[in-house]
Every structure is written in C-alpha cells, then in structure tokens.
C-alpha cells in the first residue's frame, strides 16, 4: 500500500490502516522510517483535534480497569477513544509482555474504540519513543479521546506530560507514604489526581489519602495555565464505575478553560517544539552510532576510560571535541 492510499484510509477511519500505520511509525528500519516521515506530514494537514490524555500510576493501582471502565463510559456518549498502552521491555531480551488488550477485554470489542500496546523499548519517561507519532495517527482517524497510559510512576515517568493535554495521576489509597513514594516530579505536572479503589472497606482509607493530596497540591506553587481549584484531587472506584463521570466533567471544565484562555494551542506549540529537539539529538546520536571512525574513536575512549587512564568527563570532552573539528 503506498503512502498516499494508506493516508486516505487513515482519514476514512480504518483501524486496520491504523494498526498498520502505528507499526511502520515504530519500526527502526531505516526505509520504514522514511515513509513513516513521509505519511506523517501528509497526515499533518488534517485539522483533526482529540484531546490527548496522559495516564501514569503506581503498580496495581488498576490503571488497566481504569482505563477500560472510563473509556466505556466515554463510547457510550458516543465518542471514539483511542488507548496507547506502553509496557515495559525487557533490558535483557527487549521483549514485553503487551498483555492490555486482554485485560480491557469489554473495551477490546467496543467498535468505537481501538487500543494499541506499545513496548518501551529503551526510551524512558514511560513511554515508547514513538508515542506521539501514534497519537498524531489517532487523530487523524478521527478519534475523540486519546489515553496515553505510561509504563508505571517515578521521577522518569513524567514524558507523557509533554505529549498529553492534560495528565492524570492514578493513586491506590493506604498505599503507605506515598507522597515520598510517588515524589514531588511527577506531583507538579499532575493536573488531576484521582485515588482509586474508594469502594468496599478501601473507601474510607481512600477518602483520607484523597484529603491528604489536596492538601498536598495546595502547598505547590500556583501554575499559570490551571484555573480555581485546580490541580485537584478526586476518589474514583474503576472496579464499580463511581466518580468517573464527575472527574470526566473535571477534565472537560480544565481542558475548557484553558483553551479559552490560550494556553491549550500555547501548550502544544512548546510540545511541539520539545519534541522537535528531541527528534534531532536522537537523531544525531542514531549518525554517531552509524559512524565508524567515530565508533572507533568512542571504543578507544571507552577503553581508556575502563583502564582509569583518563576520566569520564575527559574522555566526553576529547570526542565532542573531534566532533566538533
């Protein structure tokens, strides 16, 4: 299929387009990632906006529950949502497990929604890093709502902040110190907060760590782009459907405001720019790594460095350096 058909199908709505496409923007090969560029900015044209919702929390905070419940309520008013679910790679064989389609396995044959599980590969920030080219793909499908579920919660899994409208922070309560555990990073780009599991005997537990949060949000320094009250913190039970609705009304009031106030279009523009950045250092990096006088020059460096002939930061200046002569 060549790029011009593929995209038409894409704007038509195919999943399997989509799937397709998803895959060619992931591939490493180098004549895939030529047309992957290519599909792209053809795609870029569109005008199609879904809003981006990033999704990061704690292992066993039931994100994958989560996920499926309020994505259920959102096609049930008729909108098309898209879930982008990374998993983390082995570091030893780089495989994952990519096991989210099973487990939202209601959402998984809802015809309005399409979920894609992506491995992390090497990229950090708990996400894949081609996430945002796959979230640029759901948009032009036409889809509604794009959840971006990272890989898990710590000082790295912030990444999906700069390619998320708003970022959600899902939390288990009495989870034991949390506010060390969970530290303040990722606090500060949280626009919501929601504490999960407040049913059953949990929902007292979970009652008290959602008052802790919003005290806790309350001692961090005003954010120009939030309105009154915001970034809160609200209780939700996944496992019974209780609260979603009210924290989707949340998210639709901040996502509101914010465009009407220029700083949804300003948010994308500066991610926009991010991620051009980071496209050209990995980039840069892919050529050093091609190199072979410059392989060459890092493997005699790297020896040195092994032997204690000469220090890390030396070593790193000599070959930026060579670079640069």
Known sequence: M?????ADRIR???????ARAITLVESGRDDHRARAVALLDRLAGSGRQALRIGLS??????KSTFIESFGMMLTGQGLRVAVLAVDPSS???????LGDKTRMERLTREPNAFIRPSPSQTALGGVARRTRDAVALCEAAGFDIVLIETVGVGQSETMVAEMADLFILLLAPAGGDELQGVKRGIMEMADIILVNKADGDLKPAAMRTCADYAGALRLLRKRPQDPEGFPKAMTVSALEEEGLQNAWGEM??????RRENGHFDARRAEQARHWFGEEVRLG??????KDPDARARMDRLGAAVARGEISVSGAA????????G
Do not use: K
């Open 317 to 324: 200046a000599q070959m930026l350096a060579a670079l640069s």
């Open 252 to 257: 639709q009031a901040l996502a509101a405001w």
């Open 284 to 289: 840069l990096l892919a050529r050093l790594e």
């Open 12 to 18: 038509a709505g195919e999943r399997r387009a989509l």
């Open 57 to 62: 929390g704690t292992p066993g905070v039931g």
């Open 2 to 6: 060549d790029i011009a058909e593929l």
């Open 91 to 97: 570091a030893r064989s780089g495989g994952s497990i």
